[in-house]
């Protein structure tokens, strides 16, 4: 079992920038994929950013060039680095993490972005 937690979620003005965390409670994030997925109320769940083992990144469209998925191994933590937000980026964000073939999803951070 591995526990995925997210943080850094908040209240932030457009053209801001927030950094959302994810840990996870095993050392995985350099054998197993992670990704970021949002879901905006009403709205299905979407993938938001993926990181392969060996740093390949992949953005959605409405996110390029705007938010980057760092990691740091030796803090076994994912980052979700935002910047330029926009309204349409108000959403919950989750991290996910496969495990082979066991998916874990976390409890999800409110990010609220409004003047």
């Known amino acids: 079992q591995v526990q995925v937690v997210e943080s850094g979620g908040g209240l932030v003005q457009p053209g801001g920038s927030l950094r959302l965390s994810c840990a996870a409670s095993?050392?995985?994030?350099?054998?197993?994929?992670v990704a970021w997925y949002r879901q905006a109320p009403g709205k299905m769940r979407e993938l938001v950013a993926d990181l392969t083992t060996t740093g390949r990144t992949n953005y959605a469209d409405s996110v390029k060039g705007r938010f980057t998925i760092p990691r740091d191994l030796d803090a076994n933590m994912v980052y979700l680095q935002m910047n330029s937000l926009k309204l349409e980026d108000t959403a919950d964000y989750y991290c996910?993490?496969?495990?082979?073939?066991?998916?874990?999803w976390g409890q999800g951070t409110q990010v609220t972005v409004s003047s």
């Open positions: 095993k050392k995985i994030f350099s054998e197993w994929p």
């Open positions: 996910y993490i496969t495990v082979g073939e066991v998916q874990y």
